[in-house]
């Protein structure tokens, strides 16, 4: 209990003394994961609703293994991501490996069928109840993924949010790709691994703090700004 | 306008191995307003879905007057439940003209001209699936002639509206058919399709029964099964 309360007063005084490290490993955090989640977006959003209007032979399997990847496993995609940007891997020449690049291609290639998934079961029912009106009116395949995508946007604001609960609580991955080094690559799940190493539980206990009221504070700024609970407005 | 002719030859639909339509030859030519009579189950839905595009058929043919891309921008279908997209009023009525990307002056003068005409003047910005049941039709309604279709379908929008509604609706109907719109509807009230018909498609066991002029269908129906059905009687 005592640890608790350290690192509660750990994380006020954290924050009130707008700690240099802590600014700077919030910010990375926030680029790295908001960085991940606008290009998994833009992958994600289009491709769920194409899946949920597109009839094609292998449609099942592809759903089946869209949401199989929902649970790929972090540190996996770490190491095939290390292997692959690695100075003898294929895209050695680039020089991405810990750098915070290497890191958004990790928490990308996690998010991302994970926004798809529930893209596509939201697009679904919205598609059945849309299906017969679109199909009347002649729309094209562009109209009718533009149409479900802007009518069903609260939906596909879900998704996106649970895609960067994901990429900012994400560590295994970016620990690997990244190398946790200080000043370059360091975020607030690394820096918390790091100090619950060195048995500094009340920094952890005050990083985990501020991680936990940094996603809130997101999901209430997006909540906000899109006004989905404001009941008159549409 | 010049009226568009839809003709179908030997026209049949399944599904799962079984027949829900046909075979079917029928032509519609010059009436400006034809109802489809028939008990459930008939095939009148999926005689209209046939027309309008929507639904496949397993053999036969369509034929149109137009190519089948200009003949399916000239028509426009009303559901017996409106779809209403998740908007506003406005955005609904606007969404036909804004997918022919018709410029943003004309779209908001036809929005409101036609948001008067169903009563609907004051709740452009009220979200459409909140609306009543009768205001939902009478928005499905505008939204299909806000574009000026040539033709018309209706799959029974009256079905489970009150009197006052339906008789909006009518109205909007034959004002539309005055300006030259061929409407083709299905329907089961005969009182209605009294009102409205020039002539009558009669549906049985998806098969047309029996086709002609209202007036004669109504007075001396030339089968048992329709004089039977107009009887009130239960035909299968």
Redesign the interface.
């Known amino acids: 209990m005592s640890d608790i309360w350290a690192g509660l007063e750990a994380a006020f005084w954290l924050i009130v003394t707008l700690d240099g490290d802590l600014v700077e490993i919030t910010a990375r955090s926030l680029h790295v994961s908001l960085s991940a989640l606008i290009i998994a977006s833009c992958i994600a959003l289009p491709f769920g609703t194409w899946l949920a209007i597109r009839r094609f032979r292998y449609r099942r399997t592809a759903i089946a293994v869209l949401n199989a990847l929902m649970g790929l496993p972090p540190v996996v995609v770490g190491l095939i991501v290390y292997l692959l940007l690695s100075r003898t891997g294929p895209l050695g020449v680039f020089g991405l490996l810990f750098t915070p690049t290497a890191m958004i291609i990790a928490q990308v290639i996690i998010i991302t069928p994970l926004i798809a998934s529930i893209t596509h079961q939201a697009m679904r029912e919205?598609w059945a109840?849309?299906h017969?009106?679109l199909?009347?009116?002649?729309?094209s395949k562009r109209?009718r993924i533009m149409?479900l995508i802007w009518?069903?946007r609260r939906a596909l604001l879900t998704a996106a949010l649970a895609g960067f609960g994901r990429a900012i609580g994400e560590v295994g991955a970016i620990m690997i790709v990244g190398g946790n080094i200080d000043h370059a690559t360091r975020v607030l799940t690394t820096a918390i691994a790091l100090e619950t190493g060195k048995g500094d539980f009340a920094l952890a206990l005050g990083l985990g703090f501020v991680l936990i009221a940094l996603a809130l504070a997101v999901n209430i700024l997006i909540h906000s700004l899109s006004q989905t609970e404001q009941e008159?407005r549409? | 306008m010049v009226s568009m002719t839809l003709s179908l030859q030997k026209a049949v639909v399944k599904r799962r191995g079984k027949t829900i339509l046909g075979p079917v030859d029928l032509d519609l030519k010059e009436a400006q307003f034809t109802i489809v009579l028939g008990p459930n189950g008939s095939g009148k839905t999926t005689l209209l879905r046939v027309l309008?595009g929507?639904e496949r058929l397993t053999n036969g043919t369509l034929s149109l007057s137009k190519s089948n891309?200009d003949a399916?921008?000239e028509q426009?279908?009303v559901?017996q439940s409106p779809?209403m997209?998740?908007?506003?009023v406005r955005a609904n009525l606007a969404?036909?003209l804004e997918?022919l990307g018709r410029p943003k002056s004309e779209i908001e003068t036809k929005v409101q001209r036609w948001a008067h005409r169903i009563g609907l003047e004051d709740a452009l910005?009220r979200?459409a699936p909140r609306l009543s049941g009768g205001e939902k039709q009478k928005l499905a309604l505008a939204r299909a002639l806000i574009r000026e279709p040539e033709v018309l379908f209706l799959d029974e929008p009256c079905a489970n509206l009150d009197g006052r509604s339906t008789r909006e609706i009518e109205t909007l109907l034959i004002a539309a058919r005055a300006q030259g719109t061929r409407i083709i509807m299905t329907t089961h009230d005969m009182g209605q399709a009294r009102r409205l018909a020039y002539d009558i498609v009669f549906m049985l066991g998806g098969r047309v029964h029996e086709q002609g002029a209202a007036a004669g269908f109504f007075d001396a129906p030339k089968t048992q099964e329709a004089g039977a059905f107009l009887n009130g009687e239960i035909v299968e």
Do not use: C, K, M
């Not at chain 1, 199909?135 to 729309?139: C, G, K, P, Q, V």
């Not at chain 2, 997209?85 to 506003?88: A, N, V, W």
């Open positions: 919205l109840e849309y017969d009106l199909i009347s009116l002649n729309t109209q149409t009518d069903g008159g549409w | 309008h929507v891309e399916r921008q426009a279908y559901f779809i997209l998740r908007r506003t969404y036909p997918l910005e979200h």
